[in-house]
């Protein structure tokens, strides 16, 4: 396992639930990084994740080099889909378990956005999601708390998915 680089035991929980396509230099329609740039983006939230408790919370992230959605982030609770060379489409508010779309959140952001963004999200998440209600059960997902503290709305149904998007908003203030 050592020989392979699999016996790592401290992932965080971020880690452990990320997924991305291979994008460049192996697919011919990737726009952006994926597989290479994702762990490397991980890696600049971890410190993050541990300075709010949330290191061993499992969020779902995942990552692709272009629109057609090989490692499915419209299901994921955050989501980076490539737009261009090092720019995204983020993506937020999906269902932990797959059972609800996301919605896009920020479009065309670069690293040092990205960045600041998850952390500002990852600590108010860490001190405003729901604890779990009975002992052992799980407290508030990510991506629910996204849609209850209002920072992204519901996709209830596919035909609204391009409704009420967060980069609408800002575009009317």
Same mark, same amino acid.
């Given at each position: 396992? +050592?020989?392979? =680089? *699999?016996?790592?035991?401290? @992932?965080? !929980?971020? $880690? *452990?639930?990320?997924?991305?396509? &291979?994008?460049?230099? %192996?697919? !011919?329609? +990737?726009?952006?990084?994926?597989?290479?740039?994702?762990?490397?983006?991980?890696? #600049?939230?971890?410190?993050?994740?541990?300075e709010n408790g949330l290191s061993k919370e499992s969020i779902v992230m995942r990552m692709t080099g272009c629109p057609n959605g090989c490692a499915r982030p419209w299901l994921a609770e955050v989501a980076f889909v490539g737009k261009a060379y090092g720019a995204y489409n983020m993506y937020l508010g999906g269902g932990y378990?797959?059972? /609800?779309?996301? #919605?896009?959140? /920020? +479009?065309?952001?670069?690293?040092?956005?990205?960045? %600041?963004?998850? =952390?500002?999200?990852?600590?108010?998440?860490?001190?405003?999601? /729901?604890?779990?209600? &009975?002992? !052992?059960?799980?407290?508030? $997902? @990510? !991506?629910?708390?996204?849609? $209850?503290?209002? &920072?992204?709305?519901?996709? %209830?149904?596919? #035909?609204?998915?391009?409704?009420? &998007? +967060?980069?609408?908003?800002?575009?009317?203030?």
């Amino acid at each position: 396992m +050592a020989e392979c =680089k *699999l016996d790592n035991t401290a @992932f965080s !929980g971020l $880690r *452990l639930s990320s997924s991305a396509c &291979v994008a460049f230099p %192996t697919c !011919g329609l +990737a726009m952006a990084e994926s597989e290479r740039y994702l762990p490397i983006l991980i890696d #600049k939230l971890e410190d993050c994740l541990a300075e709010n408790g949330l290191s061993k919370e499992s969020i779902v992230m995942r990552m692709t080099g272009c629109p057609n959605g090989c490692a499915r982030p419209w299901l994921a609770e955050v989501a980076f889909v490539g737009k261009a060379y090092g720019a995204y489409n983020m993506y937020l508010g999906g269902g932990y378990h797959g059972q /609800r779309l996301n #919605k896009l959140y /920020r +479009a065309s952001i670069m690293e040092d956005e990205i960045l %600041t963004i998850m =952390k500002e999200l990852l600590k108010r998440y860490s001190l405003e999601r /729901r604890a779990a209600t &009975v002992e !052992g059960g799980e407290s508030e $997902r @990510f !991506g629910d708390w996204c849609i $209850r503290s209002g &920072v992204i709305k519901e996709t %209830t149904e596919g #035909k609204t998915f391009h409704d009420d &998007v +967060a980069e609408d908003d800002e575009d009317e203030e």
